[in-house]
């Protein structure tokens, strides 16, 4: 049997960039040489990109099937890798870390992040879970001089892979409940109590990887401990993996299963978006602050999932296409500061920020706008589906949890981009504006404000994957 | 074939803010961008204004496209005799606000006028939309910039009142938000037009209204909501309190107005003795406090409530003379407490004070300017011959065909409102001059400018209110009979009403 | 006989030493030790399922060397983790790994 690598073909390409960024370091020795791995590497992203875009169906085994929700969300973490890797170049060089390395791990986690979406085997998940996550540990820990940093990557390593390990377990019980790991044979599965134990774990798992309340508790650590560009991707990047592997878990090939599934999804989503919320109020440090916030989203784009209808699955698409958006952009701001040599990362070394750059504080407000769900941005159209899905799914009291944390946000969100035009500057506080980065902040900005004034096409886009529900 | 004037109307303070984010830092040259471009509407809408058919119970300018066509909501603009009337405040009020207080800021001025250009915009949407969820952008689309012109050039608490005057007001908006989608989830649209010809499911009704009721109240404010309102208003800058006052609490008040009233008529029949009662205590209250307030401007921003509890009584008083009073009096508001606004940005800007022990005897020092507000008070105490009073005793013939009980009460609150306003002028411009004031500049040309300006609508309207009764008229009767005849048709007691 | 059950309760006995380990060891190396005993348990349980419940291929087995493949990687990379923290903080006792308030 003659196996077609042809649906895998932009996976492969991203991973021989992947191991191509890795040689790099062998074979250059100024930054400026690496800047041509580097650009290689988009390059292969965006042919990847391009390589999805005129994708049609395909599979490969029973294990990986591409189809509307694989291509979406592919061209989603492709599209995060592109911009991480835009907002880390100014960084790494600025700091002395700018090796092959870095892009390497950035792309094996996005071929990682790839086969998460498109995988129809648990096992194949759990494959494709380790390769995303494995990569983001060690970028955790990139900043090899910070005791944080490598607190950070200690703490996600130990966390996310006990995290792999419940899911695993998971995986083996449904395995023994269905006789296999694939999603056909869970189809039709009946719900005797080692499957869904097996699958309470398996969303345990991926909650992890999302950063869902109760699994949140790594997050605020790792995000303030790593650098502020892998922070940015990571961050995104976890959220296409793990909550696409959940639309396509539940929603989509459990939708019989819908009473059991529901109610935990719902709860989960309920508590993120509280805990998540409250907590980033408190926040003086911005990582911390954005950390907390990420956390909230992951309890936004399960109230997608825990909606169960179509309406729920495509919104979850659009959410984190907004997300990559806004979210890159608000991390994205971050790279440009700098106190006493190190990341400024305090809300208050936001100061000044409109008199040194006004372009830049007024790109911040607009993320922060939609972060919070104001119009007329990304964040608020992609709330809007989020909560009418729950509507439509009969889980109005989710939708008003989630308008009411939304309203709480305002209080974090607002003052950080206050703050930013606050001045006078914090004493020792810098800006180093880079111009790869600065394209990366302005494709993300307009993205934001366009997906929010004209979020026609992308619904449609996002829209095509509903057409997966049976 | 469709002119777009009305989206040109709205959109073209969005694109002189383009144009202003690319101007360089020069002060003067700013400001005389920010107000040609804030002329663009005023002149369109002076225009609209002219051409308006009277008796026209719809919308006679509407204008259409796709707008989100996978779920079917429109880019959906309409003006009708609801809206032109507010339209053509909006447009008036900007330009009279921007000259009023010319350069009273003087720091970073470009982002000032760009957040006031963008207000504009949304303003001008927000009366203009007629598909749901693009009415709730321009409505939500106010926070961002209001919050910024409070926050950052407001006075000392500004933070702490622009963050209240958020949450309070998106807490309301949110669960309108969710009663859009609910009403796009039940009937398919969140077109207007078509939702008032689209019978609604009975048990959610209830809700929905008061999601939607909800979200107008704290925006108007109705009491007891309010309580964001007076630090709202007195720690913005002077533009910002006269766009606030003028325009966003109308915001509020049209909503009420347009789809309280017009999406869901048995509801606002049946709780309309509630609203009349909450317009009344609103009345009452309002000038109460005014009365007590030693900051002058917090005493305008009390009037204010008490001023709009006149229109939520003219509005729920669910007939022609009270509804055509309510929408009178929302044009009058915005120009008699934006002109109150003014007045006290020109006190402050010479004497850095609003307490009203700090002042005394201004009319020797400031002849004009004292004879100019005198017109400016009586038009807020509804005095015979201003635009105030025309529109009080509509609403007040309206609240007594309805419920004489409340007309009287209401009627109590002009006194009270004559008695606030007349002791803050004895208080300030007349007795003996004290000697701070000795040391006031005079009047200058941009204050007296827009001051004039307003005056003169005062004037106008109260002399002769025809042309703006007239252009409205057809679109309130329409209302009141589609409000009023739901009662008939299920065989509720209406009563003559 | 040995049955399915057997295997059952040895892999869930592993299991939960393993997640004791995890939860309550402070040495990180030993909270590795404690991860790995969980992926062998689930192994456990791949291997008995294939014996007992889906005998015709031995996916169970192939699944066991998956595992075992991936979680030697992951301990590779979490030990040179160890390590690199050890090198920066003096210390591999999570408790003491707190420079960033919880």
């Known amino acids: 049997m003659t196996v077609d690598l042809r ?180 189809a039709g599965a009946e719900g005797s109590f080692p499957l869904l134990v097996g699958l309470g774990l398996v969303v345990v798992g991926l909650g992890f990887k999302a950063a869902v309340v109760p699994f949140h508790a790594w997050a605020p650590d790792v995000y303030e401990g790593a650098p502020v560009p892998a922070v940015a991707f ?102 440009f500061l700098e106190r006493a040599g190190v990341e400024a990362d305090e809300v208050e070394d936001l100061r000044g920020l409109a008199d040194r750059s006004p372009a830049l504080a007024a790109a911040f407000a607009v993320f922060m706008a939609s972060l919070t769900g104001l119009p007329p941005t990304a964040g608020f159209v992609g709330k809007f589906y989020l909560f009418m899905a729950a509507l439509q799914g009969g889980l109005l009291w989710l939708a008003v949890v989630g308008v009411i944390t939304s309203v709480v946000s305002v209080a974090y969100y607002l003052r950080a981009a206050y703050a930013a035009y606050l001045g006078p500057g914090r004493a020792g506080v810098r800006l180093h504006p880079g111009p790869w980065a600065g394209v990366g902040l302005g494709v993300s900005a307009a993205a934001t404000l366009l997906f929010g004034v004209l979020p026609g096409p992308l619904t449609t886009w996002a829209q095509r994957v509903a057409a997966l529900l049976r | 074939m469709t002119s777009w004037v009305l989206s040109t109307t709205v959109f073209s303070p969005l694109v002189g803010a383009a144009v202003l984010a690319l101007l360089p830092r020069r002060d003067e040259l700013l400001r005389v961008v920010a107000l040609a471009t804030s002329l663009v509407p005023l002149a369109l809408s002076a225009w609209l204004f002219w051409q308006a058919p009277r008796g026209e119970p719809g919308f006679w300018l509407a204008e259409r496209a796709s707008w989100v066509a996978p779920l079917g909501i429109t880019y959906h603009l309409g003006m009708d005799g609801i809206s032109l009337p507010l339209v053509v405040l909006t447009a008036f009020l900007f330009p009279v606000a921007l000259v009023g207080t010319w350069d009273a800021v003087r720091t970073r001025v470009k982002e000032y006028l760009l957040l006031l250009l963008l207000l504009e915009t949304a303003v001008l949407g927000t009366f203009l939309a007629l598909d749901l969820v693009l009415f709730y952008v321009f409505w939500e689309a106010v926070l961002v910039p209001m919050y910024f012109l409070i926050g ?206 700090a002042f005394g005897g201004v009319a020797r020092v400031m002849p004009t300017f004292a004879a100019l507000s005198l017109f400016v008070v009586f038009s807020s105490a509804a005095l015979p011959g201003t635009n105030g009073f025309v529109g009080e005793f509509l609403v007040l013939l309206g609240a007594f065909r309805a419920d004489p009980r409340w007309a009287a009460a209401a009627a109590g609150g002009v006194v009270l409102s004559a008695v606030y306003l007349l002791w803050m002028v004895q208080r300030v411009y007349f007795g003996p001059v004290r000697p701070e004031v000795r040391t006031f500049a005079p009047l200058r040309g941009h204050e007296a400018t827009a001051l004039l300006a307003l005056v003169v609508v005062v004037l106008w309207i109260g002399l002769y209110p025809r042309p703006w009764l007239a252009r409205s008229e057809a679109a309130v009767q329409a209302l009141v009979h589609r409000v009023t005849a739901s009662v008939e048709a299920h065989g509720l007691a209406g009563g003559a009403r | 006989m040995i049955g ?70 992951e301990a590779v990379v979490g030990l040179a983790l160890v390590i690199n923290a050890y090198r920066h903080l003096e210390t591999v006792n999570v408790d003491q790994v707190d420079l960033m308030k919880g």
């Open chain 1, 234 to 335: 990571m961050s995104v990047l976890a959220k296409v993996g793990a909550v696409g592997a959940l639309v396509r878990l539940l929603p989509l090939t459990l939708p019989h299963l819908l009473p059991a599934w529901q109610p935990l999804l719902a709860a989960l989503s309920a508590a993120t978006m509280v805990v998540g919320n409250l907590a980033a109020l408190r926040q003086t440090n911005l990582k911390r602050m954005l950390a907390y916030s990420s956390v909230s989203h992951a309890g936004y784009l399960l109230v997608g999932v825990a909606a169960g209808n179509g309406t729920g699955v495509w919104s979850a698409v659009y959410y984190l296409a907004a997300y990559a958006a806004m979210n890159l952009g608000a991390f994205g701001v971050l790279t």
């Open chain 2, 152 to 357: 950052l050039w407001g006075s000392e608490r500004r933070a702490y009142a622009a963050l209240k005057f958020f949450l309070f007001t998106m807490a309301g908006s949110v669960f309108m938000l969710l009663a859009i989608a609910g009403l796009y989830l039940a009937t398919g649209t969140s077109d207007f037009t078509r939702l008032v010809a689209t019978p609604l499911p009975r048990a959610a009704q209830g809700y929905l209204f008061a999601a939607f009721a909800l979200a107008f109240a704290i925006k108007v404010p109705i009491v007891p909501l309010h309580t964001w309102l007076p630090d709202a208003h007195t720690e913005a800058p002077t533009a910002g309190s006269v766009i606030l006052a003028g325009l966003l609490l109308k915001m509020g008040t049209y909503g009420l107005v347009r789809f309280c009233l017009g999406v869901f008529p048995e509801m606002a029949r049946g709780a309309a003795p509630a609203f009349m009662a909450l317009g009344v205590v609103g009345i009452l209250y309002g000038a109460a406090v005014a009365y007590t307030q030693p900051d002058v401007k917090r005493l305008v921003a009390y009037s204010s409530v008490s001023h709009l509890g006149f229109v939520v009584l003219g509005t729920f008083a669910l007939n022609p003379q009270g509804l055509a009073g309510a929408l009178l009096q929302m044009v009058n508001h915005g120009i008699s407490t934006g002109a109150l606004f003014l007045m006290v940005g020109v006190l402050y800007e010479r004497a850095h004070t609003r307490a009203l022990e």
């Open chain 3, 4 to 73: 399915l059950s057997h295997y059952l309760v040895l892999s869930s006995l592993l299991f939960g030493l393993g997640l004791y380990g995890v939860l309550t060891r402070r040495n990180a190396v030993a909270i590795l030790m404690g991860i790995e005993l969980m992926l062998n348990a689930a192994n456990v349980n791949f291997v008995a399922f294939t014996r007992f419940v889906d005998p015709t291929f031995v996916r169970g087995h192939v699944a066991a060397l998956i595992v075992i493949t991936l979680a030697a990687c």
């Open chain 1, 7 to 186: 649906p895998l073909a932009p996976e492969v390409v991203v991973a021989a960039a992947a191991l191509l960024a890795l040689l790099a370091d062998v074979f250059t020795r100024t930054s400026r040489a690496r800047a041509v791995w580097w650009l290689v590497a988009l390059v292969a992203l965006g042919w990847a990109a391009g390589a999805v875009w005129t994708a049609g169906e395909g599979a490969f085994g029973v294990l990986y099937a591409r189809d509307g929700l694989a291509n979406a969300l592919q061209l989603v973490g492709l599209a995060v890798a592109a911009g991480g890797m835009l907002l880390a170049r100014d960084y790494l060089a600025r700091v002395g870390l700018d090796r092959g390395e870095y892009y390497a791990l950035v792309l094996l986690s996005t071929v990682g992040a790839m086969l998460m979406v498109a995988s129809q085997d648990l096992l194949f998940l759990f494959v494709a879970l380790e390769t995303l996550s494995v990569p983001l540990y060690v970028l955790a820990g990139f900043a090899r001089d910070s005791h944080r940093s490598q607190e950070a990557s200690l703490k996600y390593f130990l966390l996310g892979s006990f995290a792999s390990a419940l899911l695993l377990y998971g995986v083996a019980l449904v395995y023994g409940a269905t006789g296999s790991t694939g999603l056909a044979r869970l």
